[in-house]
């Protein structure tokens, strides 16, 4: 039996920041809150900079981004998850 460990250090099996990138524009449009009040520039920027290339957990940056962008008392919990199977992140409210 032939056991095996992949490592995709330079993104050639899945390229992560296009994937990443995709899909925090399609957050940023999906609710108002965030489209309303955060350019679509600046919520980039902040979440991959945060974001680490995935080194940091998605609860830390999230937590970042409300606290950056003064969200926190505008119903912004509901508006985070995980991934695209959209797990909620524990202790908050999935849209």
């Known amino acids: 039996m032939v056991h095996a460990?992949?490592?995709d250090l330079d993104e050639t099996l899945l390229?992560?920041?296009?994937?990443?990138?995709r899909f925090i524009?399609?957050?940023?449009g999906?609710?108002?809150?965030i489209r309303r009040s955060i350019s679509l520039q600046d919520w980039?920027?902040?979440f991959i900079?945060?974001?680490?290339?995935?080194?940091?957990?998605?609860?830390?940056?999230?937590?970042k981004l409300i606290n950056h962008f003064s969200l926190g008392g505008k119903g912004a919990s509901r508006y985070q998850w995980?991934?695209?199977?959209?797990?909620?992140?524990?202790?908050?409210?999935?849209?």
């Open 49 to 63: 900079d945060w974001d680490r290339g995935g080194y940091v957990s998605k609860e830390v940056v999230y937590t």
């Open 15 to 21: 390229h992560r920041s296009a994937s990443l990138l």
């Open 82 to 95: 995980e991934g695209e199977d959209r797990k909620p992140i524990p202790g908050m409210i999935a849209p």
């Open 5 to 7: 460990v992949g490592f």
């Open 30 to 33: 999906q609710h108002p809150l």
């Open 44 to 46: 980039c920027e902040r």
């Open 25 to 28: 524009r399609w957050q940023h």
